[in-house]
Structure formats: structure tokens, C-alpha cells
């Protein structure tokens, strides 16, 4: 499967940005999904994710209550709303799918796709 994310930008602390991820080449609905982030200079790191059919999610600790994670199967499209954005969420965010589709990972080597990035700069 094949994995395009978008909806990066510029943005004020405070304000909110919603990324998507594109899915083409499989069926969508066998996957879970995730969201990852990667800082200038730091390890990529976890930010949310949801099974298939959004029956579960989980996020990192940092974005919960600001970050919502969705999926639409039938557009093969998932979402990252992010709100109350602030400087610390400045990083390029990934999408990615899990073929363990029942199952919320929060590290990257359990995903098996990966799209490219979408830069997100949160200025103060």
C-alpha cells in the first residue's frame, strides 16, 4: 500500500491544522494506522493511532485532548486534527499502516508502510 500525507503547514501557537493520509495500492480496511512525528535532531516518535473500523485509538501523552485521529475506509483516507497546536508539535508528522490491524502499536518498527512526511512549524 501506498501512503501520501498532507495538510502540513505554518501556524500560530493556538491554532489548528487537520493532516490526511492517502491510501492507494491495497485495501485500506486491513490496517491500522498511525501517525508518527519526527523533530529536527530527535527519534520519531508516536502520536496517535486507530484500528480498523476506528473501533480503537491511542495517543502520546503530549497530544491527548488536542489530537483526534479518524479514519474514513471508504475515501481510504485517515486524519489527524490537531488543535491548541503549540511550538513543541513543530516536526515532519508521518502516516503509516499496520498489517496487525486489530492492534494500536505505538512504535514505528510494527508498521509496515510508510508514507512520506508533512512539515508542521508551530511558531510562538
Known amino acids: 500500500v501506498q501512503l501520501q500525507a498532507s495538510g502540513g503547514g505554518l501556524v500560530q501557537a493556538g491554532g489548528s491544522l487537520r493532516l490526511s493520509c492517502t491510501a492507494s495500492?491495497?485495501?485500506?480496511?486491513?490496517?491500522?494506522m498511525g501517525w508518527f512525528r519526527q523533530a529536527a535532531g530527535k527519534e520519531r516518535e508516536f502520536v496517535a493511532a486507530?484500528?480498523?473500523?476506528?473501533?480503537?485509538?491511542d495517543y502520546a501523552d503530549s497530544v491527548k485532548g488536542r489530537f483526534t485521529i479518524s479514519r474514513d475506509d471508504a475515501e481510504k483516507k485517515v486524519y489527524l486534527q490537531m488543535n491548541s497546536l503549540k511550538p513543541e508539535d513543530t516536526a515532519d508528522y508521518y502516516c503509516?499502516?499496520?498489517?496487525?490491524?486489530?492492534?494500536?502499536?505505538?512504535?514505528?518498527?510494527?508498521?509496515?508502510?510508510w508514507g512520506q512526511g508533512t512539515q508542521v512549524t508551530v511558531s510562538s
Open positions: 486507530i484500528t480498523w473500523g476506528g473501533i480503537s485509538t
Open positions: 495500492g491495497g485495501t485500506f480496511s486491513r490496517y491500522a
Open positions: 503509516a499502516a499496520d498489517r496487525q490491524r486489530n492492534t494500536v502499536h505505538k512504535t514505528s518498527h510494527d508498521y509496515d508502510y
